[in-house]
């Protein structure tokens, strides 16, 4: 492993989330690299970060871009005590707490499109992925929660694909930012939120998430599977649902990707 610029940041307080960082200069995805030490007994809170990713996965089977030097690629190994089908909701609070490190730097132009798109000024900053590691007899073993950031991207190394799509913070602020110190940020925060959480459940950050909600009053269409609705949004409820407004009746989605005219989906 090279010498580690993040272990500055690392809190040394087992149980906080940064506590442990393992550092690589690049990895196939630091998903694959969180389940091996997960599997090796990693305790929660321990998170793997690679300067550079060769296999960068993203929701539904799409890549993740992810050149070397100018952005945030993590995972973080969370062990919690939750039903396997509330782990989606973990995505939502590491939203939150992606949108309340963006917002220190950049505030008022950060939104959180359902379920876990960070937008800056409209386009897509960054996305979370959160896979549960069962076990038939044990149940839910922990959740790989992968967060993927553009920090210092300038616009010319956007992917042809993307242009229009993606965004950066320093595309949107002009300026680079640290990448150490946003990394501090955002631990700090997805501790607290996550600590929120489990205490009281999702409803202890949906106000907060409502706050950065990017979809209120859009006309959407979910898909999930081979299941397409089509609707108006009306907000998130206390499970982190979305309620859409369909032609017969309000509904409530648990899981899909969304998509929405004139913007990134
Ligand atoms: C999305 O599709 O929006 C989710 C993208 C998640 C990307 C991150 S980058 C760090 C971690 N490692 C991966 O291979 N994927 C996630």
Redesign the pocket.
């Known amino acids: 492993m090279p010498s580690n610029p993040y272990q500055i940041i690392a809190s040394e307080t087992p149980g906080r989330i940064g506590w442990d960082i393992r550092y690589f200069d690049q990895v196939d ?4 690299v969180a389940a091996e030490l997960a599997q090796d007994g990693a305790e929660h809170g321990t998170v793997v970060i ?1 300067e550079r ?1 060769s ?6 089977g ?1 890549a ?1 871009h ?1 050149p070397p030097g100018v952005n945030l ?3 973080v190994i969370l062990r919690p005590r939750m039903p396997l089908a509330e782990v989606p909701r973990l995505s939502l609070v590491a939203g939150v707490a992606v949108a309340d490190a963006f917002e220190t730097i950049t505030p008022g132009q950060v939104a959180l499109k359902w379920p ?2 960070i937008w800056l000024n409209g386009r ?1 900053a ?4 959160a896979e549960a590691v069962t076990d038939a007899s044990r149940g839910l073993l922990c959740v790989l929660l ?3 950031l553009n920090l210092n991207l300038a616009s010319d190394d956007i992917p042809a694909e993307l242009r229009g799509k993606a965004t950066s913070l320093l595309i949107t602020t002009g300026r680079e930012c640290d990448r150490v110190q946003f990394a501090a940020t955002l631990f700090k925060h997805l501790d607290l939120r996550y600590r929120a959480v489990e205490a009281g459940g999702f409803a202890a950050v949906r106000s907060v998430y409502d706050h950065y909600f990017a979809l209120h009053d859009r006309q959407v269409t979910v898909i999930d599977g081979s299941i397409t609705v089509s609707g108006v949004v009306r907000g998130i409820d206390a499970d982190g649902a979305l309620i859409l407004e369909t032609q017969n009746g309000p509904i409530r989605v648990l899981t899909g990707d969304v998509s929405l005219e004139g913007a990134y989906d």
């Open positions: 995805s630091t998903q694959r690679a990713q296999a960068g996965r993203g929701r539904l799409r993740w992810s690629y993590t995972t876990n798109d897509k960054g996305g979370i992925i992968g967060i993927g």
